[in-house]
């Protein structure tokens, strides 16, 4: 983040190699606003720590919508990060969140038991 002008070429030298890039943990730390200007971006990851409160009382609730809309009108892609309950993912499909990811899914798995769980077959559950 010290070097702007560098760091700009270089992500947009990345996507014109057709690799996505996503802004990981939106909305906290180095994260900002400006930056969704600055540096070229396929998609916002929305922190966990704003996810995890969208339960049963519904806190935080009107930031992950802001942030969902606010990727939208950049027409980027937004992914909650840290599902981990059916009542959150159903908050996050009301706001038309496609991508999700979280402990609701899977407990993290190394590369061979990625490639089992795909060649199974097995239906993701939700």
Known sequence: MENMQLAT????????????????????????????????????????????????????????????????????????EGVETLEQLAQLRVMKCKYAQGYFFSQPLDSQSVETLILSGIEPRY
């Open 9 to 80: 070429f270089m992500l947009l030298q990345l996507q014109q190699m057709n690799i996505q890039l996503h802004l990981d943990d939106f909305g906290i730390g180095y994260s900002s606003l400006s930056y969704l200007h600055r540096f070229p971006s396929n998609a916002l990851k929305i922190d966990r720590s704003f996810i995890a409160k969208i339960g049963a009382n519904g806190e935080n609730l009107e930031i992950v919508q802001a942030i969902v809309a606010l990727a939208k009108s950049l027409n980027i892609d937004v992914i909650a």
